[in-house]
Structures are given as structure tokens and as C-alpha cells.
């Protein structure tokens, strides 16, 4: 049985990038992640360190930040829509957003058998909300805010899928057309009873 990281390791961990899982510490603190299975060394310069699965497995285990947090602790956050306190707009947020999904490609890339882009990755299969809006927002979808109505992605009952909520039908059909080009699987459906139109989005698998 693999022994558990010591609490320093645990802290290099915790303090992965949360799409990539690009790692940074010691020499010595990352090869003893590369011996435990918990990190890999990519082979291409400049030989950066990523969580494995089991990594990420650990990371995961470590309550996340609350999302009304996320403003002041600097961990990256993609825009579901809706929220009370949401990061502010402009050139930074633009050039994060940017880095973000650069980062799920090639997070994408480096997890896939045939290092195919564009199909989802287990990360985001694991965080369906956080993924589906980082895929909108990185395709300049505006999200729902103080400042106007926008998109709106939700968890759903249903495994695998989200619910997104746009303010008219040409939105909604901008998300869809989005999320498919990103891996996705969207059909629009109705609320029963309110008759509220809304995407099912799915990481597609092949």
C-alpha cells in the first residue's frame, strides 16, 4: 500500500494549479511524488510536474475554497452566472480566462491516449459545472451578473450533465453551438412547469 504524502507534500498538492495540476516545490519533494504515483514528470522542456489521477484524487479530497472566497485568495474560478460577489471584469480577467483554458487543453492533451483536444478530460467530468462555464467564458459568452443578464450553468440531478440558462433563445442556441465545438454533448429542453427554456450539456466521450 502506498504510504500517504507527509504534510509537506500535502501542501505542494494543495497548492496545484486547479486545471492543469502543474505542481511546484523541491526536487526532492516533486520525485517523491513521481515514486508515490502521485505526480508524473512531462517529458517535453521544461519537464514541468503534474498530478497524476491518484494527485488529483488527493487534491480533490481537500475542501475546496467557498466560492465567495475565491475573489480574495486568488485561486481561479470560472463564471457559472449568478454570483453575488463576482470577480471583476477586464483586460486581467480576460487574460486568465485565457490562461485557464489553454491550461484544460493541454491538461486534455498530455490525459488523453492520443493526445486528442477535443474531447473533455476526467478533470472536467469530476467539476461539470466549473468546466462548462470556463468553456463559455473562454469563448466570450457573457455570464449573468449585477451588471446584466448572461449565461447560467447549474448542477443537475442527472450524472454527467449541467443545466445552462440563457436570457433569449439566440443565447442559449450561442451556448450550445460553444459547448459543442468543447467536447460537448447540448440539447434544449423545457421546465415543465414554467416553460423555461435551457441547455442539457454532457462531456462528450468519443
Same mark, same amino acid.
Given at each position: 500500500? /502506498?504510504?500517504?504524502? &507527509?504534510?509537506? $507534500? ?12 502543474? #505542481?511546484?516545490?523541491?526536487?526532492? $519533494?516533486?520525485?517523491? #511524488? ?17 498530478? /497524476? ?9 481537500? *475542501? ?8 480574495? &485568495? ?12 463576482? *470577480? ?18 493541454? #491538461? ?11 474531447? *473533455? ?12 462555464? #470556463? ?15 448572461? =449565461?447560467?450553468?447549474?448542477? /443537475?440531478? $442527472? ?5 445552462? =440558462?440563457?436570457?433569449? *433563445? ?7 453551438? &460553444? ?18 427554456? =435551457? ?8
Amino acid at each position: 500500500m /502506498t504510504r500517504p504524502p &507527509t504534510a509537506a $507534500q500535502r501542501r505542494v498538492i494543495e497548492a496545484a494549479d486547479p486545471v492543469t495540476g502543474r #505542481l511546484r516545490g523541491t526536487q526532492s $519533494q516533486l520525485a517523491a #511524488l513521481v515514486r508515490q504515483g502521485l505526480a508524473f514528470r512531462h517529458p517535453r522542456p521544461p519537464h514541468d510536474h503534474f498530478l /497524476t489521477p491518484a494527485g488529483h484524487r488527493i487534491r480533490e479530497a481537500v *475542501p475546496e475554497v467557498p466560492a465567495e472566497r475565491v475573489a480574495d &485568495t486568488g485561486v481561479f474560478a470560472a463564471r457559472v452566472g449568478g454570483e453575488e460577489e463576482p *470577480p471583476a471584469s477586464g483586460p486581467a480577467r480576460l487574460r486568465e480566462v485565457h490562461s485557464a483554458w489553454q491550461g484544460l487543453l493541454e #491538461l486534455r492533451r498530455m490525459t488523453s491516449a492520443d493526445g486528442a483536444v477535443d474531447r *473533455p478530460c476526467g478533470w472536467e467530468r469530476a467539476h461539470l459545472v466549473r468546466a462548462a462555464a #470556463l468553456a463559455l467564458e473562454a469563448a466570450g459568452h457573457r455570464p449573468a451578473g449585477g451588471d446584466g443578464d448572461g =449565461y447560467r450553468v447549474r448542477a /443537475t440531478p $442527472q450524472p454527467e450533465a449541467v443545466a445552462v =440558462y440563457a436570457p433569449d *433563445p439566440p443565447a442559449l442556441t450561442a451556448c450550445a453551438a &460553444t459547448l459543442e465545438r468543447a467536447g460537448w454533448q447540448a440539447g434544449e429542453y423545457s421546465e415543465p412547469r414554467t416553460g423555461v427554456r =435551457y441547455l442539457l450539456a454532457s462531456p462528450r466521450r468519443v
